[in-house]
């Protein structure tokens, strides 16, 4: 079955202005969660959504901001960039979101804030 | 808050070498465990895990034991092969909630 897909795979933005990246699951699964990579951060959690309803939230700005569709499909949104938004950004799709379920990620997509 | 924590890199060894990765955790009740492996540009792919206490999760010859005395779960193979070169994550989440904590990676390279 197909992987969870995430789209653009490389972006380049400049500062102020705003983005958003989109997550498509595994057929089925319902809850889709996003994480933040950097080099000095490590792994960071951003949002979970489950059934279109966000359930847990990590720590960052509210200029992440996230949401998910009726098919599961899920997209974040980050607003007024920074050069410290600058990272991978990591999807994961999970069939229910908790830890015995497992975890699948995407390829991510790479944002660069110049 | 829950945390992880694994041995620092990086690491590295001659093919055939025996590894280990040490990873230890803090959760309370009994998180999932798992290790994550990321190659050069691309996204993490889920390498083993285990769900509760003495469960051995095992995959492409990499084994980890969650170890719930000890709060552990150490990432080991008994001979490395080059492919092996990535970066490994120890990772946990916690009952009910809904997300994983990763530790800092550990970097490994096996030379031939």
């Known amino acids: 079955k197909a992987g969870v897909t995430q789209t653009p795979r490389y972006l380049i933005k400049t500062r102020g202005q705003q983005v958003t990246l989109s997550c498509s699951p595994i057929s089925g699964h319902r809850s889709v969660s996003w994480y933040q990579q950097t080099p000095g951060q490590g792994l960071q959690f951003l949002f979970e959504?489950?059934?279109?309803?966000?359930?847990n939230k990590g720590n960052f700005p509210g200029r992440f901001s996230g949401r998910q569709f009726s098919n599961s499909r899920s997209e974040m949104n980050v607003s007024t960039l920074e050069l410290g938004d600058s990272a991978l950004y990591l999807c994961?799709?999970?069939?229910?979101?908790?830890?015995?379920?497992?975890?699948?990620f995407g390829s991510g997509t790479r944002l660069t804030v110049v | 808050g829950d945390s992880v924590t694994q041995m620092e890199g990086p690491v590295t060894l001659s093919e055939e070498a025996f590894l280990t990765i040490n990873c230890t955790y803090t959760?309370?009740?009994?998180?999932?465990l798992f290790w994550y492996v990321q190659y050069p540009g691309e996204g993490l792919q889920l390498l083993l895990k285990a769900t509760k206490a003495d469960d051995k999760g095992s995959n492409k010859g990499f084994e980890a034991t969650y170890r719930k005395e000890t709060t552990s779960f150490h990432l080991e193979k008994g001979s490395v092969q080059v492919s092996d070169s990535a970066v490994y994550f120890c990772?946990?989440?916690?009952?009910?909630?809904?997300?994983?904590?990763f530790g800092q990676g550990t970097r490994l390279t096996i030379n031939p």
């Open positions: 994961a799709s999970s069939l229910a979101g908790t830890g015995n379920y497992g975890y699948t």
């Open positions: 959760a309370t009740g009994y998180p999932s």
């Open positions: 990772a946990l989440s916690a009952v009910g909630a809904q997300k994983l904590v």
């Open positions: 959504y489950f059934s279109e309803t966000q359930r």
